[in-house]
């Protein structure tokens, strides 16, 4: 028997790795970075680390110092602090970024639909200007009634003198 071919249109299995590495979810993971970060910016962090730090120096300059050489020690857990502080805080502007984005974009969104509203509605009162300089007021109304009653008023005081006389005619 031959050995069968590798078929370049089928996907191969995947093997399965030696070494597993535990997962983490990003999202947990950046809330994590997020909590970190803003935690590394209040002044109770900086107050603890002063204080660590002076009890630190203060502790390895008595005669009964525990470290023996006093401040590479100390320089080197600040510099560890800073090595993953500095890529978590990074993390967290990015994740703070990204919101930022989505909100400008909605935001964005938002102001264009209400400037296409604003416009609707500026032509829909120019119409409605325009409608009205066609349509009767009531002032109009009123002076051209007063002036078909005055009308009426002459005509028929000129009709009661043309019927008063024609009765006098005829009597």
Do not use: C, H
Request: aromatic residues 10%; negative net charge.
């Amino acid at each position: 028997m031959s050995e069968p071919r590798t078929r370049l249109d089928v996907p191969q299995e995947q093997r399965r790795k030696l070494i597993r590495w535990p997962q983490f979810s990003n999202d947990a993971f950046g809330r994590f970075a997020e909590q970190f970060a803003r935690y590394m910016g209040t002044a109770s962090f900086l107050l603890f680390m002063t204080i660590f730090v002076v009890i630190w120096v203060v502790e390895n300059l008595t005669p009964w110092r525990f470290d023996e050489y006093p401040f590479i020690f100390l320089t080197l857990i600040l510099s560890l602090q800073a090595s993953y502080a500095a890529p978590l805080i990074l993390l967290a502007q990015n994740r703070q970024e990204a919101r930022d984005r989505v909100l400008a974009e909605q935001d964005r969104r938002v102001a264009s639909q209400a400037q296409a509203d604003m416009e609707f509605l500026a032509r829909e009162i120019a119409a409605l200007r325009m409608a009205l300089g066609e349509v009767a007021t009531r002032d109009y109304l009123r002076s051209e009634l007063r002036s078909l009653l005055s009308e009426l008023d002459e005509r028929g005081g000129t009709n009661a003198q043309s019927a008063a006389l024609s009765e006098d005619e005829a009597g």
